[in-house]
């Protein structure tokens, strides 16, 4: 899938927005309220490699899709904080258990927001600079 499908299968997400650009910030719902639901789509050139992006933000939980050249779904990865030291645990929902990229992003996603974090992960394991 071209970087120009995933675009307008990012658009087909939204109901009722005009235009699209490459960096895309979208709510559904009342701003005020925790009911609301964010969406963020873009797309970052990194060392010869094209990021594809879509962060889904809910009010106590965050969905992020990473891929990396193609729209394919990858490795699926959960993580929230627990107690008592607010440590972080992460699974692997989908996808072999072999792949450290995918968890260490999402421990440090957790750690930084609070948040509870679902991680669909399509890097490659090789890239480590495309990890940090």
């Avoid at 658009?11 to 490459?22: F, I, K, P, Q, W």
């Avoid at 094209?50 to 990858?74: D, E, M, P, R």
């Avoid at 679902?118 to 495309?130: E, F, G």
Wanted: with cysteine; glycine share 10%; net charge negative.
């Amino acid at each position: 899938m071209s970087s120009e499908e995933l675009r307008t299968s990012f658009a087909d997400l939204v109901v009722g927005s005009s235009s699209r650009t490459d960096s895309q910030i979208d709510y559904l719902g009342d701003l005020s309220s925790e009911g609301c639901v964010q969406i963020t789509c873009f797309t970052e050139d990194l060392h010869d490699v094209t990021l594809h992006f879509q962060i889904i933000k809910f009010s106590k939980q965050i969905y992020v899709w990473v891929g990396c050249n193609t729209a394919k779904f990858g490795h699926l990865y959960a993580a929230a904080t627990t107690r008592p030291g607010n440590g972080v645990s992460v699974t692997s929902v989908l996808g072999g258990t072999s792949d450290n990229t995918g968890s260490g992003m999402v421990r440090r996603l957790v750690l930084k927001t609070g948040l509870n974090i679902v991680l669909a992960c399509n890097i490659p394991k090789d890239s480590p600079m495309l990890e940090v």
